[in-house]
C-alpha cells in the first residue's frame, strides 16, 4: 500500500514543487504515515536500529541532555566503523538519524512507541539517502564526509517528524541542518572520522529544536543557487531525487546493508577472500611462515580509501587493506579485537602485511576481489587463490538475522554480560511492538 497522502500532499502541483527540493521533502516527510509503511520497509528500519546496539542517553549511570547524549550517541555509532552501508552513495545512515532520535525521545516528557520511532527513523534514512543521491558521486570524490554531510538532513527531518512539526517548520529544520554542514575526508583514520556522524546527529537534533520554536531559516536551502546542493557539490540532480520519493520511487532503506566487519566497506571482500583461505592453508596443513607472497587485486576505490601500507594503530587500520587482508589470513576472522593497536603492531601481522601487495583492476566492482597467496612448503611452491563476486554483506550476500544477533551479542556481551545482552537483543528486535521507546535504558 502507497504513503498516505492525506495531510499536506508533495505531488499535487508537481511541476512547481520539483522547483522547491525542500519544501517538497518537507511535505513528504510530514505526510507520511506508519500504517502505510510496508512490510519490507518496517523490518529494514528493525535491522538498521538493532545493528546499532547499546546507543542511549546515559553513559556509566551520568545522565546527558539530548545535545551531549545525541553527539556522543553518534560518535558511538561510527567509532569502530562497525555501522550499516547505503552503498549507492555509502552513506552510513542510521547513526546520525537514531542518534539524534534516541536523545530527543529521552528527553521527552510523554511515551515515544516503536511505531512512531519507526516511522522517524525511516524519514530520516530516506531523506539524506535521497539528498546524498543528488550529489553523488561528485560531493564525495571532492572531499566531503557523506555520512556526515548528509546526516544532519537526515536528523533533522527525523526529529521534526516525532515533534510533530509542520510542512513550514520541517522545511526550516532541513535549512537550519543544511547550513552546518560537516565532515571532511582528510579526516579519515583519525578520531574525528566518528566525530563526524555524532556533530550530524547534534546539528540535526539542534535544527529540528529551534524549528519547533518557529527558528527560520531559507525555505529553499537544498536547491538555491547558493543553497547546500550547489555548494557542496558540482553537479546536483535534487529535482530527479524528489521525484523518486515513494510511492513514486524506490524506499532507499531497503537497500541499506550491513558490515560483517569493522573498517571501510571496500576492505570487505579482501577480508572475505582472506578468510576463506585462512580455511584453505589450516585443512592443507600450510603454515603461515610458508607464504611468500599475498596478492590482492582490487577495485580503485580500495587503494584510494584504504590505501595505508603501514598502519600504526587501529584507526589507521582500518583503512589497510593490507592489514585486512592479514588478519583475515593470520586470524580468519576480523572483529573490533583484531583492530586493536596491539595486534596492529604484532609482528606476525606486520610481517605478513609486508608480504601484501594490491594491484587495480577498473573492471571489478567494489564488493568484489581477487586473493592470491604464493606458498613455499618444503621446496613446493604453490599458489591458492579465490575470487569473492560478492563479499558478505552485499545486497547480493547481505545479513541474515541471526548473523545480526551474533555482531550484536559480541559487542554487548563483554559490558552486559549474557543474561542482559539477550534481553536487550531481544528487545531491539521488537522495535515494533515496544509502548516506549524510553524503556531501552532498563535493558541496556
Not at 547534534?202 to 519547533?212: D, F, H
Request: hydrophobic share 40%.
Amino acid at each position: 500500500m502507497p504513503p498516505s497522502l492525506s495531510r499536506h500532499s508533495p505531488y499535487s502541483k508537481r511541476n512547481k514543487q520539483l522547483r522547491m527540493a525542500t519544501q517538497t521533502l518537507a511535505n513528504w516527510a510530514v505526510a507520511l504515515q506508519f500504517a502505510s509503511l510496508p512490510r519490507g520497509v518496517i523490518n529494514a528500519a528493525i535491522r538498521s536500529f538493532y545493528k546499532l546496539g547499546r546507543l542511549h542517553s546515559c553513559s556509566d549511570g551520568v545522565d546527558l541532555d539530548a545535545m551531549h547524549a545525541a553527539l556522543l550517541n553518534g560518535i558511538a555509532s561510527h567509532v569502530h566503523d562497525y555501522d550499516d552501508t547505503h552503498l549507492d552513495t555509502i552513506i552510513h545512515p542510521t547513526g546520525p538519524v537514531a542518534s539524534a532520535l534516541l536523545a530527543m525521545a529521552e528527553s521527552l516528557d510523554r511515551s515515544v512507541s516503536g511505531e512512531e520511532f519507526i516511522l522517524a527513523l525511516v524519514v530520516g534514512i530516506e531523506s539524506e539517502c535521497k539528498v546524498g543521491l543528488s550529489v553523488w558521486p561528485d560531493h564525495y570524490d571532492v572531499g566531503w564526509h557523506i555520512t556526515s554531510s548528509t546526516g544532519s538532513i537526515g536528523a533533522a527531518v527525523a526529529v521534526s517528524q516525532l515533534l510533530n512539526l509542520s510542512p513550514a517548520q520541517t522545511a526550516h529544520a532541513i535549512g537550519l541542518a543544511a547550513t552546518q554542514v560537516t565532515g571532511l575526508r582528510e579526516m579519515f583514520g583519525s578520531h574525528t572520522k566518528s566525530l563526524h556522524p555524532g556533530r550530524a546527529a547534534q546539528n540535526g537534533l539542534l535544527a529540528a529544536i529551534l524549528a519547533s520554536a518557529d527558528y527560520t531559516s531559507s525555505t529553499q536551502a537544498l536547491e538555491a543557487k547558493r543553497g547546500w546542493a550547489n555548494v557542496v557539490s558540482s553537479m546536483q540532480h535534487l529535482d530527479e531525487q524528489m521525484a523518486t520519493l515513494p510511492p513514486n520511487g524506490r524506499w532507499e532503506i531497503e537497500r541499506n546493508s550491513f558490515k560483517p566487519f569493522p573498517c571501510g566497506i571496500v576492505v570487505h571482500p579482501v577480508i572475505d577472500g582472506s578468510i576463506f583461505l585462512h580455511g584453505q592453508l589450516e585443512r592443507n596443513g600450510i603454515k603461515i611462515k610458508d607464504i611468500r607472497k599475498v596478492e590482492v587485486i582490487v577495485h580503485p576505490l580500495v587503494i584510494e580509501l584504504a590505501g595505508k601500507t603501514a598502519p600504526k594503530d587501529g584507526l589507521e587500520a582500518k583503512f589497510s587493506v593490507y592489514h585486512g587482508a592479514s588478519v583475515g589470513l593470520l586470524f580468519g576472522k576480523a572483529t573490533p579485537a583484531q583492530y586493536e593497536e596491539p595486534v596492529v603492531n604484532d609482528s606476525q601481522v606486520v610481517w605478513l602485511r609486508d608480504r601484501t601487495r594490491a594491484t587495480v583492476d577498473e573492471k571489478l566492482r567494489p564488493d568484489e576481489a581477487v586473493v592470491i597467496i604464493r606458498v613455499s612448503n618444503d621446496g613446493d611452491d604453490s599458489v591458492t587463490e579465490v575470487h569473492i563476486d560478492h563479499a558478505v554483506g552485499s545486497r547480493e550476500r547481505p545479513m541474515s538475522d541471526s548473523q545480526l544477533t551474533h555482531k550484536f551479542v559480541d559487542q554487548c556481551v563483554l559490558v552486559l554480560g549474557q543474561d542482559q545482552t539477550e534481553r536487550a537483543s531481544r528487545w531491539c528486535w521488537d522495535l515494533e511492538n515496544q509502548a516506549d521507546v524510553r524503556d531501552i535504558k532498563s535493558v541496556l
